[in-house]
């Protein structure tokens, strides 16, 4: 298995990502400037999109540049790798015992705020 291939589709991602939130944070700035943010392609692309899309490229080209970055998600991707992940009956397993446990405490907590409760009402209305 190619692990670079991997990190190469995280850089993509984390490109992606960046595209998303510069493109509304320029958005925001340039609508606080004025009626800047003008589409380009249709009405859905305007330039802070376009900003965005540049923003996102030049972080994801400049973390697969990076020896320091690259090195390090090679290493986490080869982690990974060598994780021992639960079977599906293990999986469904430990969700019921996560769901009775949650009702368990759920009903305890219950019990003792109807306790609490019933205790605060007797205080207060001895006074």
């Known amino acids: 298995m190619n692990l670079q291939r991997f990190v190469n589709i995280g850089y993509a991602l984390v490109g ?3 595209w998303v939130i510069s493109a509304g944070l320029f958005g925001t700035v340039l609508d ?3 009626d800047f943010n003008k589409p380009l392609i249709g009405t859905d692309f305007a330039r ?4 965005g899309l540049i923003a ?4 994801g080209v400049a ?5 320091a970055v690259n090195t390090w998600a090679l290493e986490v991707a080869n982690e990974l790798k060598r994780v021992t992940w639960p079977s599906w009956e293990e999986t469904r397993l ?3 015992v996560v769901i009775i446990t949650s009702i368990v405490v759920a009903l305890i907590l219950g019990v003792l705020d109807l306790v609490w409760g019933v205790i605060s009402e007797f205080v207060y209305s001895l006074g």
């Open 16 to 18: 992606i990502l960046t």
């Open 32 to 34: 606080l400037l004025g």
């Open 48 to 51: 802070a999109d376009l900003l």
């Open 56 to 59: 996102g490229v030049a972080v």
């Open 63 to 67: 973390l697969k540049m990076n020896n």
């Open 94 to 96: 430990s969700t019921i």
